[in-house]
Structure formats: structure tokens, C-alpha cells
């Protein structure tokens, strides 16, 4: 089973999930991070970078990108990771990589691919969820064994995104992203989650049957998962009581 964390706020659940980076990195100091955009993992971001630890050695994988946007475009993910995520945390920009960012994109998803395996694979990987249950970009009917690729976004998710374009009609129509199945070979998997409008969609992913409709249900596959969620988008889980009792009560050597 996950390890499920309810907390109070997205404050506090950005201090849990910097407390499992920060002892990994304590043990490997060149950890390899799966990076992921989006606002749910920006009070993880804050909460390391309030920490000053030396990261500089820390190697970074981002989990997917749009095709198609003008390089440098600011709301690229490129982007989106040098602003939020490498400049804060005092990362190292040559050690972090995007899908895509090198080679011809027709052989970009086998070259990232290639590229997790020579660094050793991917130690942690940060997840958010998106309102379609997608994980990365892996939109509904995404295989469970899916590599990095090329998907078509769903309109939803491009409604969803258009807050960061000047309209829908700027948002990609394509993108390039980690598959499930590149997910699932990380060492653990830390999925964020904050906000009633995430509450059904977060039920699904832990609790609900496994299936590609909801693509973050992967996660059930995983032996090694912290799923961290506030109050409200933890408000439907049917075993919430077991989980904050378990989680108070977890021995020694799982802290
Ligand atoms: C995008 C990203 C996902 C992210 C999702 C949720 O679609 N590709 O990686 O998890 O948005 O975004 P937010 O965290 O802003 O709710």
C-alpha cells in the first residue's frame, strides 16, 4: 500500500515531501530528481530551498514538455524548471533535463529514455495530478507501460493550462512526456495533491480500480509511493482514518 500523508495545508505537505528529498540527498548527494511543473509542487520547492542544502550535484529529469512552443518561450517547461525549480534550489543547469532538449524529436522519448538509464535511473520522483488523472502529461488511455513519447493533450487539459497562455488558442496541441511505465521505474514516487477539485480524482488514483482512464492509479502498481494530500483533496478516501493512523504511528526506521 502507499503511504498515504493528510496534513493541514499545502505548506506543511511541501515540508513532508523536502523531508524524504532532503534525506535522500543526505545519503547521495548526486540524487537523480524527477522534476514536475505545475503549482502543486511549489511549497516543495520552497520548503528545500529554505532548508540551504548543497544541491549542486543533485541531477534533474523534468517529466515532460510541450512540442511545438519557440525555444525560450517562457512558458515552456524548460522554462518553468529554470525559474521555479533550478535557480531557487541553487541547482546545477547542464545536471537537469527536459524531454526533447536534445536531438531530433523523432527520437526524443528513446533518447531521454536512454539518458535516465545512464544516470542510474530516477531516485524520486515528484508528482502532481491533473483533473484529467494525469500523470506527467499521460492523458486518459495512456498505456501502464508507456515510455517517454510524443501525446496529443486532452482539450481539458489544454483549457486547464490556457491561465499561462494569452489564449487557448496558444496553448500546444502535443507534447512530449515520461510514460507511465518510466514512472513506474523510479525508487519512489512522491504524488502531491491539494484542493477540493482534486478530491475525487485523488480517490480514484489511491483507492479506485486500476485503469487508464484515471492514469495516476498507476501509482498502485508502485511498491515505494508517498502520496501527500491536504484535508480537502484528501476528503474522499474512504480509509483516511487508517491512513493518519498509520501515519502516526510509523516505527522508526520508516521516518
Ligand atoms: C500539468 C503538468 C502536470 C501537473 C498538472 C497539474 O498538466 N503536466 O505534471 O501535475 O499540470 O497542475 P497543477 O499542479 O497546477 O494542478
Given at each position: 500500500?502507499?503511504?498515504?500523508?493528510?496534513?493541514?495545508?499545502?505548506?506543511?505537505?511541501?515540508?513532508?515531501?523536502?523531508?524524504?528529498?532532503?534525506?535522500?540527498?543526505?545519503?547521495?548527494?548526486?540524487?537523480v530528481l524527477g522534476?514536475?511543473?505545475?503549482?502543486?509542487?511549489?511549497?516543495?520547492?520552497?520548503?528545500?530551498?529554505?532548508?540551504?542544502?548543497?544541491?549542486?550535484?543533485?541531477?534533474?529529469f523534468?517529466?515532460?514538455?510541450?512540442?511545438?512552443?519557440?525555444?525560450?518561450?517562457?512558458?515552456?517547461?524548460?522554462?518553468?524548471?529554470?525559474?521555479?525549480?533550478?535557480?531557487?534550489?541553487?541547482?546545477?543547469?547542464?545536471?537537469?533535463?527536459?524531454?526533447?532538449?536534445?536531438?531530433?524529436?523523432?527520437?526524443?522519448?528513446?533518447?531521454?529514455?536512454?539518458?535516465i538509464?545512464?544516470a542510474?535511473g530516477i531516485d524520486l520522483q515528484?508528482?502532481?495530478?491533473?483533473?484529467?488523472?494525469?500523470?506527467?502529461?499521460?492523458?486518459?488511455?495512456?498505456?501502464?507501460?508507456?515510455?517517454?513519447?510524443?501525446?496529443?493533450?486532452?482539450?481539458?487539459?489544454?483549457?486547464?493550462?490556457?491561465?499561462?497562455?494569452?489564449?487557448?488558442?496558444?496553448?500546444?496541441?502535443?507534447?512530449?512526456?515520461?510514460?507511465?511505465?518510466t514512472i513506474?521505474r523510479a525508487h519512489?514516487?512522491?504524488?502531491?495533491?491539494?484542493?477540493?477539485?482534486?478530491?475525487?480524482?485523488?480517490?480514484?488514483?489511491?483507492?479506485?480500480?486500476?485503469?487508464?482512464?484515471?492514469?495516476?492509479?498507476?501509482?498502485?502498481?508502485?511498491?515505494?509511493?508517498?502520496?501527500?494530500?491536504?484535508?480537502?483533496?484528501?476528503?474522499?478516501?474512504?480509509?483516511?482514518?487508517?491512513?493518519?493512523?498509520?501515519?502516526?504511528?510509523?516505527?522508526?526506521?520508516?521516518?
Open positions: 500500500m502507499a503511504e498515504i500523508v493528510i496534513v493541514r495545508d499545502a505548506d506543511e505537505a511541501g515540508e513532508v515531501a523536502a523531508d524524504a528529498i532532503e534525506r535522500l540527498i543526505s545519503r547521495k548527494p548526486d540524487a522534476l514536475a511543473t505545475g503549482s502543486t509542487p511549489l511549497t516543495t520547492w520552497a520548503a528545500l530551498a529554505k532548508r540551504r542544502l548543497d544541491l549542486s550535484r543533485v541531477r534533474g523534468a517529466l515532460d514538455e510541450y512540442v511545438g512552443l519557440p525555444e525560450g518561450h517562457p512558458e515552456s517547461y524548460r522554462a518553468v524548471i529554470d525559474r521555479e525549480v533550478v535557480e531557487p534550489l541553487g541547482l546545477t543547469p547542464e545536471l537537469i533535463h527536459v524531454p526533447g532538449d536534445s536531438g531530433p524529436i523523432e527520437t526524443a522519448g528513446a533518447d531521454y529514455e536512454n539518458a538509464h545512464a542510474g515528484v508528482l502532481g495530478l491533473g483533473r484529467t488523472g494525469h500523470i506527467g502529461f499521460n492523458e486518459p488511455g495512456s498505456s501502464f507501460a508507456s515510455l517517454t513519447r510524443i501525446k496529443t493533450l486532452t482539450e481539458q487539459t489544454r483549457r486547464d493550462n490556457a491561465r499561462f497562455f494569452s489564449s487557448l488558442d496558444d496553448v500546444p496541441t502535443h507534447c512530449i512526456t515520461q510514460g507511465l511505465g513506474l519512489h514516487l512522491v504524488l502531491l495533491a491539494f484542493g477540493e477539485a482534486k478530491a475525487e480524482t485523488v480517490a480514484g488514483a489511491v483507492e479506485g480500480p486500476l485503469t487508464s482512464r484515471l492514469p495516476g492509479s498507476v501509482i498502485q502498481l508502485h511498491p515505494r509511493v508517498t502520496v501527500i494530500v491536504d484535508e480537502a483533496a484528501g476528503s474522499r478516501l474512504d480509509y483516511a482514518d487508517y491512513y493518519r493512523f498509520a501515519w502516526e504511528h510509523r516505527l522508526d526506521w520508516e521516518k
